[in-house]
């Protein structure tokens, strides 16, 4: 029995290590190909030399991936020329990008959240733009996919204070981003005062991109309608006037007959829904200390919380 026993034990023991690499392969073989070049700054988390990067003076609309995995990291409109030799980005796609202390004890270096890849490092508080931040990123670590490819698509609700209506979307699976702004109205670039002090037309509009694949079109407005009081026609809780309107914004028939079509269950169950249906107009972004409000000051919506209407 000893001599059995010990056999068995062997032979399981001789089993895990080749099990290991197979699985270490395949998980391996889910990844790019690298250059030894790209190794090099990828994987042994070297640096390209300044100014000779693919995408240093780059300006093309779109997103950047990770060479390595390809998860989206940084997007076009959040690019800006810092003129330090490598591609500078004051913001990243949420989760995207992991901080971690660099082995100098000095910065700060930032990695692909989802394979470790070295991306390059992070500085805070040199001023370049508003968001204060640099992402100092090597050429190498990235890959570009022009706007045109994504596939992403972008759907637009106003229901009272921009702030809750972005917290609610921005956790639903499937969004990429949501961004609070302004539409509806008639002046151009208008500000926070102006929207709130003037009658300038425009509502306090979330900007929700999302990929079609994991959430629907359907599938968001009845998020919408469940997280804010559509028969509110005043305004959305204490918030009243006429910037915190409900209304969804359509960009095809497709859009506007969906969302007519879920406006009319919502009256079949009693619900007087004052929500109104209009088409998209110009989104303007609004101030950066209203981006990610929430999720910047830990507090928690106001004037929004989830109801099950559907």
Excluded at 150 to 168: D, I, M, Q, R, S
Excluded at 172 to 178: D, P, Q
Aim: some cysteine; charged content about 30%.
């Amino acid at each position: 029995m000893h001599s059995k026993y010990l056999f068995m034990v062997l032979f399981m023991f001789l089993l895990i290590p080749a099990g290991y690499a197979w699985e270490k392969r395949g998980l391996k073989s889910l990844y790019n190909e690298l250059t030894p070049q790209e190794k090099y700054v990828i994987i042994d988390k070297g640096t390209e030399r300044p100014f000779t990067g693919k995408y240093n003076e780059f300006n093309e609309e779109g997103v950047y991936l990770c060479k390595q995995c390809g998860t989206p990291l940084y997007r076009s409109r959040d690019k800006f020329s810092s003129h330090c030799g490598w591609p500078s980005f004051d913001d990243e796609i949420q989760g995207a990008v992991k901080h971690v202390p660099d082995k100098d004890g000095r910065r700060t270096e930032i990695v692909c959240a989802n394979c470790g890849g070295h991306l390059g490092h992070v500085f805070i508080g040199e001023g370049f733009t508003e968001k204060n931040t640099r992402h100092c990123v090597n050429s190498i670590s990235l890959d570009f996919k022009p706007a045109a490819l994504t596939g992403n698509k972008k759907a637009y609700f106003a229901g009272g204070c921009f702030w809750g209506v972005e917290h609610y979307f921005e956790k639903r699976e499937g969004v990429i981003e949501a961004r609070s702004g302004y539409m509806g109205g008639k002046l151009e670039n208008p500000t926070y005062k102006d929207v709130s002090y003037k009658e300038t037309g425009h509502v306090e509009v979330v900007e929700v991109e999302y990929d079609p694949k994991k959430v629907t079109f359907e599938e968001l407005t009845k998020l919408f309608f469940e997280i804010h009081d559509p028969t509110q026609r005043d305004g959305q809780g204490p918030d009243i006037g006429s910037q915190y309107l409900s209304v969804v914004f359509y960009n095809d028939e497709a859009e506007k007959e969906t969302t007519e079509n879920l406006i009319g269950i919502l009256k079949d169950k009693g619900y007087g829904v004052a929500t109104k249906v209009r088409k998209v107009d110009t989104f303007w972004l609004a101030e950066e200390y209203h981006q990610n409000y929430y999720r910047k000051t830990g507090k928690s919506p106001y004037c929004h919380s989830y109801k099950k209407r559907f």
